[in-house]
């Protein structure tokens, strides 16, 4: 099939690279006419495991192509894919100023019959917004469908090409066929819906998610103050498979560039039909006040982190990406700086991302995990990147000024502990202080 996808982030370059990789020839289109630039050149702009070989592979065999004409695009497609962002905006709605701008672009140049789906996460009603603009310009036939993205960064690649499901919500039989053309050598869960329950779904689930973290990331802090451990908790719900073992792990908080904004604009979705989302209010608020806890232990130890030296490794929201945007290390980090604490910050694929959101003086940006430790007064782990589970804490805990780690991720087990000499501070595992 001839696929368009528009804006080539991390779920529209993952998405286009993959349907080339099953056999379809695919333009990818970006208005970023650098990214388009770099991907010409055999570049990938983000970090995501397996991406660049797939992405160069598919390229040479002539079914993946980049490019910032968006008319040649719609052109030469079947099916267009709309990938651009819905960001936050500062009440929490989801902008859908990129969205609305490519509904434009599609209605100005469209042809023939062409599928328009929707993959970004949009509220409910934006498809028929899609398709009010589309109409508004082009008399041209064309449908429209929703088919929201649950690829997780990190493991992008792998999720796209074994999705658990995927939804497609449209009124058009013709839609439903192509789609399902499309979709079925990925999975067979092809889950056929409405428009507005498509849109929904992609909401509900992350809401669901973010709602088990915060659950559990409650039950740690009881747990810290009852002397039970969370891990050893989480692990004896999650064999009941009402309950499952996903997404109760313990630790600073969700972040990224999904669960917060997603979580924020359904209770703005809510609220526009006069529904107080009191639980989805509660698990964003809980969020937010576990990033601090790293802070109100330090302020424990230390009365105040001013003249203090902090190391800090992991900067990206989650282990395996260099996405950084909303990561707790933010909130974190801009925290102990205005306090007047020395960050020594490190993290093995982010930080160039991380420089560009916060970079102040007295930060140090270390391209090595002992050395941003060497000399500090205490070490913070915010992201559980592999390679931290594997250092030598004796060594580690030598180098210090002061042997205190705050685990924000419950990296390390009892035995590395023990055996390591540091004062160590991990998320509902009292027995391990
Ligand atoms: P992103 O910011 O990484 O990428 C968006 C891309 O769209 C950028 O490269 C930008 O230059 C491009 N763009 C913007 N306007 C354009 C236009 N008019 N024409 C062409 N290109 C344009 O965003 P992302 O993380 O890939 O997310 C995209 C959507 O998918 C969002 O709605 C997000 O909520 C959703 N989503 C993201 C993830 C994830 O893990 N990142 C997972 C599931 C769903």
């Given at each position: 099939?001839?696929i368009?996808?528009?804006g080539?982030?991390?779920?529209?370059?993952?998405?286009?690279v993959?349907?080339?990789?099953?056999?379809?020839?695919?333009i990818c289109?970006?208005?970023?006419?650098?990214k388009?630039?770099?991907?010409?050149?055999?570049?990938?702009?983000i970090?995501?495991p397996?991406l660049k070989?797939?992405?160069?592979?598919n390229?040479?065999?002539?079914?993946?192509?980049f490019t910032?004409?968006?008319?040649?695009?719609?052109?030469?497609?079947d099916?267009?894919f709309?990938a651009?962002?819905?960001?936050?905006?500062?009440?929490?709605?989801?902008?859908?100023?990129?969205?609305e701008?490519?509904a434009?672009?599609?209605?100005?140049?469209l042809?023939?019959?062409k599928?328009?789906?929707?993959?970004?996460?949009?509220?409910?009603?934006?498809?028929?917004?899609?398709r009010?603009l589309?109409q508004?310009i082009?008399?041209?036939?064309?449908?429209?469908?929703s088919v929201?993205?649950?690829?997780?960064e990190?493991s992008?690649v792998?999720?796209?090409?074994?999705?658990?499901?995927?939804?497609?919500?449209?009124d058009?039989?013709?839609?439903?066929?192509?789609?399902?053309?499309?979709?079925?050598?990925?999975?067979e869960?092809l889950?056929?819906t409405?428009?507005r329950?498509?849109e929904?779904?992609?909401?509900?689930s992350?809401?669901?998610?973010?709602?088990?973290?915060?659950?559990?990331?409650?039950i740690?802090?009881?747990?810290?103050k009852?002397?039970?451990?969370?891990t050893?908790?989480?692990?004896g719900?999650?064999?009941?498979k009402?309950?499952?073992s996903?997404f109760?792990k313990?630790?600073?908080?969700?972040?990224?560039?999904c669960?917060p904004?997603?979580?924020?604009?359904?209770?703005?979705i809510a609220?526009?039909?006069?529904?107080?989302f009191?639980l989805?209010?509660?698990?964003v608020?809980?969020n937010?006040?576990?990033r601090?806890?790293?802070?109100?232990?330090?302020?424990?130890?230390?009365?105040?982190?001013s003249g203090?030296?902090?190391?800090?490794?992991?900067?990206a929201f989650?282990p395996?990406?260099?996405?950084?945007r909303?990561?707790?290390?933010?909130d974190?980090?801009?925290y102990?700086?205005?306090a007047?604490?020395?960050?020594?910050?490190?993290d093995?694929?982010?930080?160039?991302?991380?420089?560009?959101e916060?970079?102040?003086?007295?930060?140090?940006w270390?391209?090595n995990?002992?050395?941003?430790a060497?000399?500090?007064?205490?070490?913070?782990?915010?992201?559980e990147w592999?390679?931290?589970?594997q250092?030598?804490?004796?060594?580690l805990?030598?180098?210090m000024?002061e042997a205190?780690?705050?685990?924000?991720?419950?990296?390390?087990n009892?035995e590395?502990?023990?055996?390591s000499?540091?004062?160590?501070?991990s998320v509902?595992?009292p027995?391990?202080?």
């Amino acid at each position: 099939m001839n696929i368009a996808v528009i804006g080539t982030g991390y779920v529209g370059l993952v998405s286009g690279v993959c349907f080339s990789e099953i056999g379809n020839r695919v333009i990818c289109v970006d208005n970023n006419q650098d990214k388009v630039d770099m991907l010409n050149a055999g570049e990938v702009p983000i970090y995501e495991p397996g991406l660049k070989e797939l992405m160069v592979a598919n390229k040479r065999a002539g079914r993946l192509s980049f490019t910032s004409d968006i008319a040649e695009a719609i052109r030469e497609s079947d099916i267009i894919f709309i990938a651009v962002g819905t960001p936050s905006l500062p009440n929490g709605d989801a902008n859908l100023g990129y969205v609305e701008q490519v509904a434009i672009e599609i209605g100005t140049h469209l042809e023939s019959y062409k599928i328009v789906v929707t993959k970004s996460t949009v509220p409910v009603g934006t498809n028929d917004r899609v398709r009010e603009l589309i109409q508004s310009i082009s008399t041209q036939p064309f449908d429209v469908a929703s088919v929201p993205e649950f690829l997780r960064e990190g493991s992008a690649v792998k999720d796209t090409l074994n999705p658990d499901r995927i939804v497609i919500g449209t009124d058009s039989e013709r839609a439903i066929k192509a789609l399902k053309k499309l979709h079925r050598p990925l999975t067979e869960n092809l889950i056929i819906t409405d428009i507005r329950s498509a849109e929904m779904i992609k909401y509900a689930s992350n809401a669901f998610l973010a709602t088990k973290i915060s659950f559990i990331n409650e039950i740690s802090n009881i747990c810290e103050k009852v002397g039970a451990d969370v891990t050893r908790v989480a692990e004896g719900m999650g064999y009941d498979k009402r309950i499952g073992s996903s997404f109760l792990k313990a630790g600073i908080g969700y972040g990224g560039s999904c669960f917060p904004k997603d979580t924020q604009a359904l209770i703005q979705i809510a609220g526009k039909v006069d529904y107080d989302f009191r639980l989805l209010k509660s698990v964003v608020q809980v969020n937010q006040d576990q990033r601090f806890n790293v802070i109100r232990k330090l302020e424990e130890i230390f009365g105040t982190v001013s003249g203090r030296t902090i190391a800090v490794w992991g900067l990206a929201f989650k282990p395996d990406t260099d996405d950084v945007r909303d990561a707790p290390a933010i909130d974190i980090i801009r925290y102990l700086t205005e306090a007047g604490a020395v960050v020594k910050a490190y993290d093995p694929i982010a930080t160039a991302n991380f420089r560009k959101e916060m970079d102040v003086a007295s930060i140090a940006w270390e391209d090595n995990p002992l050395k941003a430790a060497k000399g500090a007064d205490a070490l913070c782990v915010l992201t559980e990147w592999k390679e931290f589970s594997q250092m030598n804490l004796m060594e580690l805990a030598s180098m210090m000024n002061e042997a205190i780690m705050i685990d924000g991720r419950n990296v390390y087990n009892k035995e590395q502990i023990h055996a390591s000499g540091f004062q160590y501070y991990s998320v509902g595992r009292p027995g391990l202080n």
